[in-house]
């Protein structure tokens, strides 16, 4: 991986991360709640961010790299 890839790839993990850590840190006696409303929202963020942050990473691929390879 580039310096670039890792970045995207980094920002991901802490983006996936935290979305994680917002919903679990308000609460047992809130937890119902934040499951029903936002069960969903997670369902559809964090493949959205795996998503975007592997096109990212595929995007910024050293294509130098691949010619080399190639010839």
């Known amino acids: ?6 970045i995207c790839m980094w920002c991901g993990i802490v983006v996936f ?3 994680g850590l917002i919903t679990a840190a308000a ?5 119902t709640y934040l499951w029903r409303y936002y069960a ?3 369902i559809v963020y ?3 961010v795996a998503i975007v942050t592997g096109g990212l990473i595929y995007t910024l ?5 691949k010619k080399d390879k190639d010839g």
């Open 1 to 6: 991986m580039n310096k670039k890839q890792l």
């Open 17 to 19: 991360v935290f979305v």
């Open 27 to 31: 609460g047992s006696d809130r937890w």
């Open 40 to 42: 969903p929202l997670l």
């Open 46 to 48: 964090w493949p959205s």
């Open 61 to 65: 691929r050293d294509k130098q790299g």
